[in-house]
């Protein structure tokens, strides 16, 4: 299926939900929304695991620990805008005639509405490519991202488009796919543990 395809799944449903929570008349029965919040979480379930999948395979390993936690940082913003949104289109929360929750079910859906054209842009992840043996595709992918990174492929390297046999993506699966020991784990992962201690700290001592 891919990384790819994954992630505009996600968004397509994303928009469609909001959309479709907007549309809704007023006599419209409980059972509607159930099943519109139930694929509202499940195209959360899709996006997330499947954006961040999608980005750490297209970043060398040294970096992807810090990747990660830009995307959880940036993607928190979400929650702020999200919380923007209600202050400007349902102040009161629902209480008064002047709360338009449509408007804010819009507002949510736009963000997913405009990402989807800039997912064309985006290649597969050459880590899945490479694995799903689509040589020739990754190595494409592979060039795209050096190319915009100001960078040229070695030119042994451009020489392998033509071997689906070659050590670079022998190297490529086994690196991928060797297990990490738990020491190794604890450490890499201790900043956003250790941040996430103190978020949740405060949150307790506000609460």
Same mark, same amino acid.
């Given at each position: 299926?891919?990384?790819?395809?994954?992630l505009?799944l996600?968004?397509?449903?994303?928009?469609?939900? /909001?959309?479709?929570?907007a549309? =809704?008349?007023? &006599?419209?029965?409980?059972? @509607?929304?159930v099943? %519109?919040?139930?694929f509202? #979480?499940?195209?959360?379930?899709?996006?997330?695991?499947?954006?961040i999948?999608?980005?750490?395979?297209?970043?060398?390993?040294?970096?992807r620990?810090?990747?990660?936690?830009?995307?959880?940082f940036?993607g928190?913003?979400?929650?702020?805008?999200e919380?923007?949104?209600?202050?400007?289109?349902?102040?009161?929360?629902?209480e008064?005639?002047?709360? /338009?929750?449509?408007?804010?079910? =819009?507002?949510? &859906?736009?963000?997913?509405? @405009?990402?989807?054209? %800039?997912?064309?842009?985006? #290649?597969?992840?050459?880590?899945?490519?490479?694995?799903?043996?689509?040589?020739?595709?990754?190595?494409?992918?592979?060039?795209?991202?050096?190319?915009w990174?100001?960078?040229?492929?070695?030119?042994?390297?451009?020489?392998?488009?033509?071997?689906?046999?070659?050590?670079?993506w022998?190297s490529?699966?086994?690196?991928?796919?060797?297990?990490t020991?738990l020491?190794?784990?604890?450490?890499d992962?201790?900043?956003?543990?250790m941040l996430?201690?103190?978020?949740?700290?405060?949150?307790?001592?506000?609460?």
């Amino acid at each position: 299926w891919g990384r790819k395809r994954g992630l505009a799944l996600a968004l397509v449903l994303i928009c469609g939900v /909001n959309c479709a929570h907007a549309a =809704l008349p007023t &006599g419209t029965r409980f059972w @509607v929304l159930v099943v %519109l919040r139930l694929f509202a #979480g499940i195209a959360g379930a899709i996006g997330i695991p499947t954006g961040i999948s999608l980005a750490v395979e297209s970043c060398p390993q040294k970096e992807r620990l810090w990747l990660v936690f830009a995307i959880t940082f940036f993607g928190s913003l979400g929650y702020l805008a999200e919380a923007i949104g209600v202050d400007i289109f349902m102040p009161r929360f629902g209480e008064e005639d002047s709360d /338009n929750w449509r408007a804010l079910c =819009l507002f949510c &859906g736009i963000p997913a509405l @405009v990402t989807l054209p %800039l997912v064309y842009v985006l #290649g597969e992840s050459p880590t899945f490519l490479a694995i799903n043996g689509r040589y020739q595709e990754c190595l494409d992918t592979l060039g795209t991202i050096a190319h915009w990174n100001g960078v040229t492929l070695a030119e042994e390297q451009q020489q392998e488009r033509s071997s689906r046999k070659s050590t670079l993506w022998r190297s490529l699966s086994f690196a991928e796919t060797r297990g990490t020991t738990l020491w190794r784990l604890a450490l890499d992962y201790l900043p956003i543990l250790m941040l996430l201690i103190m978020v949740d700290s405060l949150r307790s001592f506000f609460t």
